[in-house]
């Protein structure tokens, strides 16, 4: 069974920086696409980052230059490094997995919560 498990979350304050981290187990880790999502309040969900199995990255344009994604396939986890964090980031976020012939990330955790206060 695949399983996805945040940590990392919190609260701090604008400019400050946060690392996530996310370990898979249940799959072979080292193949996917790996990718973090988030929704704030009244939101829908978005996308931030995705790394792929050639380390390849994508971000959204919200977050490029401040966020960094990357992966330790023999930790079988992937992390998000945020710094200048800013009170819009807050939100929870969200791990999730996808095989690099899907269309859709199909395995999600369960979230962790960023607050930026002012």
């Known amino acids: 069974q695949e399983q996805l498990t945040e940590s990392g979350g919190g609260l701090v304050q604008a400019g400050d920086s946060l690392r996530l981290a996310c370990a898979a187990s249940?799959?072979?880790?080292?193949?996917?696409?790996m990718g973090w999502f988030r929704q704030a309040p009244g939101k829908e969900r978005e996308f931030v980052a995705h790394i792929t199995a050639f380390e390849v990255t994508k971000y959204s344009d919200s977050v490029k230059g401040r966020f960094t994604i990357s992966r330790d396939n023999a930790r079988n986890t992937v992390y998000l490094q945020m710094n200048s964090l800013k009170t819009e980031d807050t939100a929870v976020y969200y791990c999730a997995t996808k095989r690099p012939w899907s269309a859709e990330f199909n395995t999600w955790g369960q979230g962790t919560q960023v607050t930026v206060s002012s």
């Open positions: 249940g799959l072979t880790f080292s193949t996917r696409i």
